[in-house]
């Protein structure tokens, strides 16, 4: 299971690696907009951990 926390709380996990990253990337957008730009799909894959389901 892919999962990545936010300093926020905010908290998503997936298998889907992908769908973690497009989760995130939203997150970002809605809850930390001076964050869009900086954060990366290749940034959030850094973020994720591998943990068990």
Do not use: F, K
Not at 2 to 19: F, H, I, K, L, P
Not at 21 to 42: F, K, M, Y
């Amino acid at each position: 299971m892919n999962q990545v926390s936010c300093e926020c709380g905010y908290a998503v996990r997936d298998d889907d690696e992908e769908q973690v990253i497009t989760t995130v990337l939203q997150h970002v957008s809605a809850d930390h907009p001076e964050l869009v730009g900086s954060v990366t799909p290749a940034v959030v894959r850094g973020w994720i951990e591998v943990v068990p389901a």
